[in-house]
């Protein structure tokens, strides 16, 4: 496992989960928890176009890695969708 972490394709996408758990820590910290809105505004599409590469990413990864070391790109692959899940619990939470 920690030799597919050397990767870009493997930490990349765990990067910016943790990236995007630390603004929504932020953002709850110095704003409050967020209100819904009647329109969309900035952060809820960055939010998406975020989700959109997260995905495509880890597809790469698994596309690339999966073949080659199963087993190991099975547990980088875990990590990384436990990471985008994690990134997504706020948006599920506060139903925004």
């Not at 989960?17 to 952060?43: C, H, K, N, Y």
Request: positive net charge; hydrophobic residues 60%.
């Amino acid at each position: 496992m920690i030799s597919l972490l050397k990767y870009p394709s493997a930490w990349t996408p765990i990067a910016l989960s943790s990236i995007l758990v630390m603004a929504w820590v932020i953002s709850f910290a110095t704003i409050g928890a967020p209100a819904r809105q009647p329109d969309e505004g900035t952060g809820a599409h960055l939010f998406q176009i975020w989700l959109m590469l997260e995905a495509l990413m880890v597809a790469f990864f698994a596309v690339k890695w999966l073949p080659e070391k199963p087993t190991q790109a099975l547990v980088v692959l875990t990590i990384q969708i436990v990471a985008v899940l994690v990134a997504c619990v706020p948006v599920f939470f506060f139903k925004l």
